[in-house]
């Protein structure tokens, strides 16, 4: 009889080598044993995702200076359904990188991702006070094409990427670290298709996507009431433009808890009765480890004790 193999499994992650979200899947536990497919795009990565080309797709979610990734909460809001299953938390570290022998007085535009652009703008305005910013795929990317300028010519005479980037395509480095805030760091979401959620922890996130039934007085309130009616903490939200109409949003939330846990599932319910459409995006254990402690009212023996009161009551009717 011939062995059984198992197929590798194919992480996808925003390309090309030497970004940041190469790094946060290279700190993925069980990465190693995979394959590491670089995707042009978030949107490019979570395509294939659900094609089925993937099993799963590491994308940047959210940064403490320019918080949610716009790309990657909207990609996530529409198509069919995908689930995180995990987080990994990166500090980022920029730097400015050009192809060897161009001085900082030959720099004239500056390529980047908007993200990266965001983060550096003061430092930029400071050092470089006329250089045009020209957005890029990614921070790499706009490493790579420097690098490659000979064979297809960019606009730009500057970089702003990741250390291992400006190594990784043979710039040489002007100026380290010129971030603006020198605490910064990206958190990253493991993405994969349905049927993978990990069990409860403790010290884990649940993500939503919330849709209202119309727009009126009150509307967040009555979704927020949902959560702090069960004690359940809120680490992110925001809204997003659902393209239908000027003025027409949803919200996208993460909290802590699982969905495993009581107060939670209460929460999803309770959000199910009053929002259009509830879009979960998973269950999965905080990058930090930081467990969550329940309020009083608010834990699993406390909600189970609750049902079976109510169920001794009926019982008597």
Not at 14 to 21: D, S
Not at 237 to 261: K, N, Q, W
Request: aromatic fraction near 6%; proline fraction near 6%.
């Amino acid at each position: 009889m011939a062995p059984v193999t198992t197929p590798t499994p194919r992480y996808g992650f925003l390309g090309p080598a030497g970004t940041f979200c190469q790094m946060a899947l290279a700190a993925w536990p069980g990465s190693a044993a995979g394959e590491a497919v670089p995707c042009d795009s978030v949107v490019a990565a979570l395509d294939a995702l659900r094609a089925g080309r993937l099993d799963a797709a590491m994308v940047p979610i959210e940064n403490s200076v320019e918080g949610g990734v716009s790309a990657t909460l909207d990609a996530l809001s529409v198509g069919s359904d995908v689930v995180i299953i995990g987080e990994v938390l990166v500090p980022v570290t920029f730097v400015l990188a050009v192809r060897p022998g161009v001085l900082l007085s030959d720099v004239h535009a500056v390529g980047s991702h908007p993200h990266g652009w965001a983060q550096v703008r003061s430092w930029v305005h400071a050092n470089l006070p006329t250089a045009a910013y020209v957005s890029t795929l990614s921070t790499a990317a706009a490493a790579a094409d420097l690098a490659a300028d000979a064979v297809s010519p960019v606009t730009y005479q500057a970089a702003v990427c990741a250390p291992v980037a400006a190594r990784a395509y043979g710039l040489e480095v002007l100026a380290d670290d010129i971030g603006d805030s020198r605490h910064a760091v990206t958190r990253f979401a493991l993405v994969a298709r349905p049927g993978h959620t990990p069990p409860a922890t403790g010290a884990d996130k649940t993500t939503l996507v919330l849709y209202q039934r119309d727009d009126h007085p009150g509307g967040l309130l009555e979704l927020l009431e949902q959560f702090a009616a069960r004690g359940v903490n809120l680490t992110r939200l925001e809204s997003r433009p659902t393209g239908e109409a000027m003025g027409s949003y949803c919200f996208s939330i993460d909290i802590e808890g699982h969905v495993a846990d009581a107060r939670v599932a209460e929460t999803l319910m309770g959000l199910k009765r009053v929002c259009e459409t509830v879009r979960y995006l998973g269950s999965y254990p905080r990058a930090d480890r930081q467990a969550t402690t329940p309020g009083v009212g608010t834990s699993d023996g406390e909600y189970a004790a609750a049902r079976a009161w109510l169920d001794g009551l009926l019982a008597d009717g």
